[in-house]
């Protein structure tokens, strides 16, 4: 459960072509952007979108989406048994060298 990013919000650029015929991005971030609703847990800020566990409870883990994590679980249907455990504050990088990750596995 830790902010992480989801999407972001383009907007276009003008297309200038320089003397040397290089061509110049066609769109940036849009710093100005700003949510409708903040119902969901999403954050905008800078352009770049976040979900946060203020919104469905669940998100990411400050790498990887909480919908990517969780897409095991649509192995179920398919017959699959499929066991997720969840370690709370568990970062993406460091997670190998988390004692409650190695327990986790010993376990299973």
């Known amino acids: 459960?830790?902010?992480?990013?989801?999407?972001?919000?383009?907007r276009r650029?003008?297309?200038l072509l320089k003397d040397d015929h290089?061509?110049?991005?066609?769109?940036?971030?849009?710093?100005?952007?700003?949510?409708?609703?903040?119902?969901?847990?999403?954050?905008?800020?800078?352009?770049?979108?976040?979900?946060?566990e203020k919104g469905a409870g669940k998100s990411g883990d400050g790498t990887v989406p909480f919908a990517s994590m969780n897409h095991c679980r649509t192995w179920e249907k398919e017959g699959c048994e499929v066991k997720v455990v969840e370690l709370e504050g568990a970062d993406h990088r460091e997670i190998l060298a988390d004692s409650k990750f190695h327990e986790t596995v010993l376990e299973h």
């Open 22 to 52: 290089k061509v110049e991005k066609m769109h940036t971030l849009d710093p100005s952007a700003r949510l409708v609703s903040t119902k969901g847990g999403l954050t905008l800020k800078g352009g770049i979108l976040m979900e946060t």
């Open 13 to 15: 650029r003008c297309l």
């Open 1 to 10: 459960n830790r902010p992480t990013e989801i999407g972001a919000v383009y």
